[in-house]
């Protein structure tokens, strides 16, 4: 089992910036693949960005391409989300969920955190 728990929502003006945390704990030794995926008030949960062990295949959503950046640090099994240049369209419950295989379907993520709340204002 693999426990994943989110931090560093909150609330921010667009154009401004956020990093949400990911601390994984439990049998992190396995090869899973990181991703973040959100959740806007009355829509779909939806593919944020996701990267692999190594860090050497990492994918986003056309949506946030170049405003954001996941990154890992496997020393302390914390994966990261750098959001800048933020845009209430963004406003969403982010999780964290980790799989064996990198995807972006929601449906077969194998762990999911509970998520943190990111509001952006106008």
């Known amino acids: 089992q693999v426990q994943l728990v989110e931090s560093g929502g909150g609330l921010v003006q667009a154009g401004g910036s956020l990093r949400l945390s990911c601390a994984a704990s439990?049998?992190?030794?396995?090869?899973?693949?990181m991703h973040w995926f959100r959740q806007a008030p009355g829509k779909e949960r939806e593919f944020v960005a996701r990267?692999?062990?190594?860090?050497?295949?990492?994918y986003y959503a056309d949506s946030v391409k170049g405003r954001f950046t996941i990154s890992r640090d496997n020393a302390d099994t914390t994966v990261y989300l750098q959001m800048n240049s933020l845009k209430p369209e963004d406003t969403a419950v982010y999780y964290c969920?980790?799989?064996?295989?990198?995807?972006?379907?929601?449906?077969?993520?194998?762990?999911w955190g509970k998520g943190t709340l990111v509001t952006v204002s106008s």
């Open positions: 990267i692999n062990l190594r860090g050497s295949n990492i």
């Open positions: 439990g049998r992190t030794d396995s090869s899973l693949s």
């Open positions: 969920a980790a799989n064996p295989f990198g995807t972006s379907n929601w449906s077969a993520m194998k762990y």
